[in-house]
């Protein structure tokens, strides 16, 4: 059984950074890409950052620049630095990945950021 558990939410003030950690158990760690994504209120759950178990990223046009995932494969982690942080960035991050064919779905319980402006 894949578990995510995220960490590393929380309150910021326009322009500032937060750092947010998802940390993997039940599995391969290596074997799977990693995603972030966000779903802010009111809104549809949108997909913000990923990185393959080669190590590819690829970013949202509304991030790219400002946000950098990345991911330790010895601690079973994966990251995302998130700079210059906007009111537009406040909504609920999730941590994903998907295993199997089909595939098979597994997020993680999701964490608050709130950017103040």
């Known amino acids: 059984q894949v578990q995510l558990v995220e960490s590393g939410g929380g309150l910021v003030q326009v322009g500032g950074s937060l750092r947010l950690s998802c940390a993997a158990s039940g599995t391969i760690f290596s074997f799977y890409g990693m995603d972030w994504y966000r779903q802010a209120p009111g809104k549809q759950r949108e997909l913000v950052a990923t990185i393959s178990s080669g190590g590819s990223t690829k970013y949202a046009d509304t991030v790219q620049g400002r946000f950098t995932i990345s991911r330790d494969n010895a601690k079973n982690t994966v990251s995302l630095q998130m700079n210059s942080l906007k009111p537009e960035d406040t909504a609920v991050y999730y941590c994903?990945?998907?295993?199997?064919?089909?595939?098979?779905?597994?997020w993680g319980q999701g964490t608050q950021v709130t950017v103040s402006s």
């Open positions: 994903h990945t998907a295993k199997g064919w089909p595939p098979e779905d597994y």
